[in-house]
Nanobody, 124 residues
Framework: HVQLVESGGGSVQAGGSLRLSCAFD????????MAWFRQAPGKEREEVAR???????TYAESVKGRFTISRDSRKNTLDLQMNSLKREDTATYYC???????????????????WGQGTQVTVS
């Protein structure tokens, strides 16, 4: 089981900010593909931001310029800084990775296969 521990969710008024963090295994190589997804009520999950390498960051058009994804090598976290939040940003946010430790063995997947439990973000 790949453990991804998410934190930082909560309620905020429109225009406010939140910072989400996802703690991952310290062994995770620097080039491992990771991302933040979200799922709003009644909608399918969508990719919000992706981190492949320090020079390969991608964002959904709806959050570009407002959200910033980063990886903290010291804290072993994948972070998502969310500024200028809008009501349509309300969703459950998930940390996703392509590889991790399962049953004591490092496992590599070709796509996003491992998901966190999710953290709720509510913008009013």
């Amino acid at each position: 089981h790949v453990q991804l521990v998410e934190s930082g969710g909560g309620s905020v008024q429109a225009g406010g900010s939140l910072r989400l963090s996802c703690a991952f295994d310290a062994y995770t190589p620097a080039n491992v593909r990771m991302a933040w997804f979200r799922q709003a009520p009644g909608k399918e999950r969508e990719e919000v931001a992706r981190w492949d390498n320090g020079d390969r960051l991608t964002y959904a058009e709806s959050v570009k310029g407002r959200f910033t994804i980063s990886r903290d090598s010291r804290k072993n976290t994948l972070d998502l800084q969310m500024n200028s939040l809008k009501r349509e940003d309300t969703a459950t946010y998930y940390c996703v990775t392509s590889q991790g430790r399962c049953d004591g063995r490092w496992t590599v997947a070709s796509n996003f296969a491992y998901w966190g439990q999710g953290t709720q973000v509510t913008v009013s």
